[in-house]
């Protein structure tokens, strides 16, 4: 511990007193002043230690000899004693009498002038659970006036519990350098803070998160010519073939320590404030803010382009062809003065000769003292148009990699100002575990990156993409997932497309969460839409579905809720499996309700029998489905949910998406959620008497030009006679092949006006049409091929009485 001055640095000794009145710590500074060494200090009690042989004038009450005897011997009653005599700091000065160091050891001497040595000392009481009671520093004061000659009378103003002084002449100049070694701080507020500590008297203790203070020991001027003055004498004992000086030693031992020390502790500063984040983007910036300025004064990190990308673990050794991203530059330098030259977002390759490269190969730190101006030009050469030297050359450099599981994922290029220290092979420690701390972290978020990354895009591929407008209703969905750590989860919506221009509307859960749920889910969900395109009833479907999953397994477990819409008719036909009921908001006052439903079974119980209900609906009214991760918080009754569902679901909105984002809101704000979200709302817009025209054929071939006549009839009342040539040669077609292949007496033609022209054919077989490969003399197999080739859409399902085959054709621009 020391004082620094203008001139150098003046010695304290520090010595710590326990409840005992026994020195538990003597310092090398003590050992300099008093002469005594550590180990014979150590135990002894402080009035026998350090011997008075009287005080200076006007000091004798201020003496370290009448404040240790005032403690009665400094035994037992020291806490008490200083808890009632010395509450606050104490200072004085007196004249000592010490040992002489000789040869052999420290041997008293007489009681002589020069003996005597004048103190400055400071007593501070300590409280806390340890034993030491009692800080004690003493200076030499003839030291002082030798090395600060303005030290005469100084006293006042060093000691001032004793003597409140703020206009010394020292005050300008601590205000004016406290910025050299806290660089955020502003000269007005280190001006506060050194006139507050000379006015009080006692040191300033502030916390910021954002101060950063350099973490070498010899950064700053006065130790910068501290360090050079120790250099000299060494120097000189060196000439004269003596040992080295005895404070260069120590010296050199506690800068050593400090180092190491302040090292240890930067480092662990530093891990404390790197990682608080899974977010690749965020840890980023933490890597490179962590080490500005306190280490470096620029940091540039770069991260390989598989990292960057969220892919896989990068493979093998970089080369000169791997591509480096910039992901984040910190620096001290006036804004905007790096941006234009190096932008955050650049990707370009090293060639092999740079440093760069050598650390990116060998996966070791790489040192430069200074960057000289040919190397600052054949880094500038790889920064095409930009003159990147003046901000390079003459800065010291270091380039650390960062590597997980010995593979290089980037490395942070290190700068410091020319006025500033070079990098040392300390540094270059420092730096390495730095970025070996760091390149953990960043590979933590990368890992989490991916396997997110993995996450949503499996379950993006189980999801459905559907379409907003079915026939005669338009759809919108959301899907949450329950926590940010599981995105993936067995939750699913559903529509399919039906004969007759319905539409089936799906909303399932799997019970349960993870990879294992959504792999059910992705099973059930495509076991549904196969039944769902052989037009089975509702009821039935379910109870299909339920004998699957107990075939799947024990686990499968699931709630499911299947409405079949017929825009036609007005009419939903509903069957559910122990899921929540949907909620029907009517068109025509606004007002919301719960469907009552047979509850049903969930499915995969097995032996439950299903039901299913039709409901009258209106042009207009909208249906939400849901499931109960999003209306059932724990702790909470699953009613509140249903009305809080019930009472959103009536607000009125501008689009099917604003209706469904005002449900979520209203709904995930509550807290407590950990499940998945699935949501599906449907406005019922419902198809016009007049948009539909049917008719039925008899099985004769010649009912296939009964067909085209009838199609482009009606396309022409329709106003739609730029379609009527293609509706009929394609209803044709599908007419001649029902004749062909019926059984029954009838077949039906459909044509219904929406979105699209569909035109149905429906008949008794059940057997689906398929292309064929027709050859040159085949009289059959190219009907379809037509179809296809002319039909923005077409397909078959299987019906309960057969088949029906369709095709759409998009309606002109009007």
Not at 27 to 48: C, H, N, Y
Not at 245 to 273: H, I, K, Q, T, W
Not at 287 to 314: I, N
Not at 656 to 679: E, P, Y
Request: with cysteine; glycine share 10%.
């Amino acid at each position: 511990m020391s004082e620094h001055t203008a001139a150098g640095r003046i010695p304290l000794a520090v010595i710590l007193i326990d409840r005992d009145g026994l020195v538990s710590h003597w310092s090398r500074g003590a050992r300099r002043l008093f002469g005594t060494t550590k180990e014979e200090a150590i135990g002894q009690t402080a009035v026998d230690l350090l011997p008075v042989s009287g005080a200076l004038p006007d000091d004798e009450e201020t003496s370290p000899y009448g404040v240790f005897a005032s403690y009665d011997g400094l035994g037992p009653d020291l806490e008490s004693s200083l808890d009632g005599q010395l509450s606050y700091p104490a200072a004085g000065r007196a004249r000592l009498t010490v040992p002489e160091r000789g040869e052999t050891g420290v041997t008293p001497a007489e009681d002589s002038a020069s003996d005597r040595v004048d103190v400055l000392w400071w007593a501070y009481p300590l409280v806390g659970p340890g034993r030491e009671r009692l800080l004690v520093l003493a200076a030499d004061a003839g030291g002082l006036r030798e090395d600060l000659p303005e030290a005469d009378g100084a006293f006042e103003r060093i000691a001032p519990a004793f003597a409140h002084h703020t206009d010394f002449p020292g005050a300008d100049e601590l205000a004016r350098r406290l910025p050299e070694i806290l660089p955020s701080m502003s000269v007005d507020e280190s001006a506060r803070i050194v006139a507050q500590v000379l006015e009080l008297g006692y040191p300033v203790l502030e916390f910021s998160q954002n101060e950063r203070v350099p973490v070498t020991p010899d950064w700053g001027v006065a130790r910068r010519a501290e360090r050079k003055a120790r250099r000299e004498r060494a120097a000189l004992a060196a000439a004269e073939g003596l040992p080295l000086p005895e404070e260069v030693v120590d010296e050199r031992e506690d800068l050593e320590y400090v180092a190491v020390r302040e090292r240890l502790e930067f480092l662990n500063e530093v891990s404390g404030r790197i990682g608080t984040s899974l977010d690749l983007a965020t840890t980023i910036l933490e890597v490179s803010r962590a080490v500005v300025p306190r280490f470096t004064d620029v940091a540039g990190t770069y991260l390989r382009e598989q990292v960057v990308a969220g892919e896989g673990f990068p493979d093998g050794v970089p080369d000169t062809t791997t591509m480096w991203h910039r992901v984040a530059l910190e620096h001290t330098d006036e804004p905007g003065r790096w941006d234009d030259v190096v932008p955050v977002g650049e990707a370009m390759p090293f060639p092999a000769h740079t440093p760069f490269f050598q650390c990116m190969t060998t996966g070791d730190p790489v040192l430069v003292p200074r960057i000289s101006e040919q190397m600052g030009h054949m880094i500038a050469s790889q920064f095409e148009k930009r003159d990147i030297r003046p901000l390079i050359t003459g800065r010291s450099m270091l380039v650390v990699p960062l590597k997980a599981r010995n593979v290089v994922l980037g490395f942070m290029i290190l700068l410091r100002h020319p006025e500033r220290v070079e990098f040392n092979d300390m540094d270059r420690v420092t730096g390495a575990e730095l970025a070996a701390r760091a390149g953990l972290v960043l590979d933590n978020a990368r890992m989490y990156t991916y396997q997110e990354s993995v996450a949503e895009t499996l379950q993006d591929s189980m999801l459905p993409h559907i379409p907003a407008r079915m026939a005669g209703c338009d759809i919108a969905t959301r899907y949450l997932p329950g926590t940010l750590l599981g995105r993936v989860g067995g939750d699913w919506f559903d529509s399919v497309k039906l004969p007759g221009a319905r539409t089936a509307l799906v909303v399932g859960d799997v019970m349960g969460h993870g990879l294992n749920s959504a792999a059910m889910m992705g099973q059930l969900r495509t076991a549904v839409q196969t039944m769902a395109a052989m037009d089975l009833p509702p009821a039935q479907l379910l109870r299909n579905l339920d004998d699957l999953a107990q075939r799947l397994g024990d686990n499968y477990l699931a709630t499911c809720l299947y409405v079949v819409y017929d825009p036609i008719a007005g009419e939903l036909h509903i069957a559910n499996a122990g899921h929540i009921p949907p909620v029907i908001v009517r068109a025509r006052d606004g007002r919301s309700e719960l469907l009552d439903l047979p509850t049903g079974a969930p499915i995969g119980v097995g032996g439950v029998p299903f039901e299913s209900v039709r409901v009258r609906v209106d042009p207009g009214d909208r249906l939400v489905m849901c499931t109960d991760g999003l209306v059932e918080v724990r702790g909470e009754d699953i009613g509140v949910g249903l009305a809080t569902l019930s009472e959103s679901a009536a607000h009125p909105a501008a689009s099917m998406d604003d209706a469904c984002d005002t449900i979520i809101r209203s709904l995930n704000t509550r807290g407590g959620r950990k499940d998945d979200v699935a949501l599906l709302m449907a406005r019922l817009n419902g198809i016009e008497p007049d948009d539909v025209a049917e008719w039925r054929l008899a099985l004769d071939p010649a009912e296939a030009g009964r067909a085209r006549a009838v199609v482009r009839e009606q396309l022409h009342e329709w106003g739609l006679a730029k379609l009527a040539d293609t509706a009929a040669l394609l209803a044709d077609e599908l007419v001649t092949n029902a004749v062909r292949h019926s059984h029954g007496r009838r077949i039906e033609l459909r044509l219904v006006r929406g979105d699209t022209l569909l035109c149905e054919v429906d008949d008794d077989d059940p057997t689906l049409p398929t292309l064929l490969s027709a050859g040159p003399g085949d009289e059959f197999g190219r009907g379809l091929h037509v179809v296809g080739g002319l039909a923005r859409e077409w397909g078959a399902s299987r019906t309960t009485a057969g088949k029906t085959v369709w095709f759409e054709l998009t309606l002109p621009r009007r």
